[in-house]
């Protein structure tokens, strides 16, 4: 499956996957690491277990791992690497994001909300070399509220759908997937049901609107600017421990 690209700041003709055509006309600073961020115009991704490991999407042929389910032909064919989970200190971090209410699946929205916010981070002139992610603060079946944001410690006006605000510190549980974006659902319930097979207990809140989490992130370590092969896209699944 082809994996999309998306730039950091906006400037990619929209029609490659969304967003709009006045972006076309701001101008991007330029990254002094020389590191350009592509749009991903076909995430290709699933899309994240719940809180009791029960992948939102249910696929052909499951099996069980630890508690989570995931595929075996569509998951291990690609031939990803997991790291092993380990519980880290993160410090608090301030960003800008997007915050959108989705329903599954989302793909369509993912790319104009990152046009939307390089947009604000050119117009403010402030470059977008921060911790890029998606952080997933409520999932309740097919509906989803994300943010898709990068930390910066710069000021950045925000107005409509921009918000600022400021990652937690704490301790969180910690595990990086290499590979096609297609089997983050995938990485995702392996790393949850770990986590209720060791009694590690997350900071949600389970309403009857979903489960609305602390602080639950996709950290892109890269992205297909830098790093082309599919096989060596790295994300770091962080989801916050609760207090105690």
């Not at 069980?64 to 993160?90: C, H, N, Q, W, Y």
Request: with cysteine; hydrophobic share 40%; aromatic share 8%.
């Amino acid at each position: 499956m082809e994996q999309g690209r998306r730039q950091g700041a906006p400037g990619i003709d929209p029609a490659a996957g969304g967003g709009s055509c006045a972006l076309r006309q701001i101008a991007a600073p330029k990254p002094s690491s020389g590191r350009l961020r592509f749009r991903r115009r076909h995430w290709g991704r699933q899309f994240p277990a719940a809180a009791d490991g029960r992948p939102l999407v249910q696929r052909a042929r499951p099996f069980d791992v630890g508690g989570g389910r995931a595929s075996a032909p569509s998951f291990l064919e690609k031939k990803p690497v997991l790291t092993m989970p380990r519980i880290v200190e993160r410090r608090p971090r301030r960003y800008v994001a997007v915050r959108m209410p989705v329903t599954i699946p989302f793909d369509a929205d993912v790319d104009p909300a990152f046009d939307e916010l390089f947009a604000a981070f050119a117009l403010a002139e402030v470059e977008p070399n921060g911790e890029e992610f998606m952080k997933f603060n409520r999932i309740d079946m097919p509906r989803l509220e994300i943010e898709v944001g990068m930390t910066t410690d710069a000021p950045v006006p925000v107005s409509g759908r921009l918000i600022e605000g400021e990652l937690p510190g704490g301790r969180f549980v910690s595990m990086t997937y290499t590979g096609p974006y297609d089997g983050l659902m995938d990485a995702t319930a392996m790393l949850v049901g770990w986590a209720k097979e060791t009694g590690i207990r997350w900071d949600v809140e389970t309403t009857d609107h979903g489960d609305l989490f602390a602080c639950r992130l996709e950290v892109h370590d890269n992205n297909p600017s830098i790093e082309p092969d599919p096989q060596k896209l790295v994300t770091t699944l962080l989801i916050k421990l609760a207090d105690g």
